[in-house]
């Protein structure tokens, strides 16, 4: 039959996933961070710009500027 953890174990794991937790908020916040910031960056540029990806499809192409 399986062990039960320890309050010892528990209480380390739950620490961990605290940590894990902290952490993915941490990235996400990061990542809203820079996602506005270059969007903040494309929409105030006076030159046109595409953007396409790797297989040469544009991914965004309601984001195209109107001037384009």
Do not use: C, T, W
């Not at 605290?18 to 820079?34: A, C, F, N, Q, Y």
């Not at 953007?51 to 384009?68: G, L, N, T």
């Amino acid at each position: 039959m399986a062990k039960n953890p320890s309050d010892e174990e528990l209480k380390y794991r739950v620490k961990e996933l605290e940590k894990e937790s902290d952490e993915r908020k941490l990235v996400g916040k990061e990542l809203r961070e820079s996602k506005h910031y270059y969007r903040s960056l494309l929409n105030h540029i006076h030159e046109d710009i595409l953007v396409i990806d790797r297989d040469y499809r544009i991914p965004h192409p309601f984001q195209i500027s109107p001037f384009f």
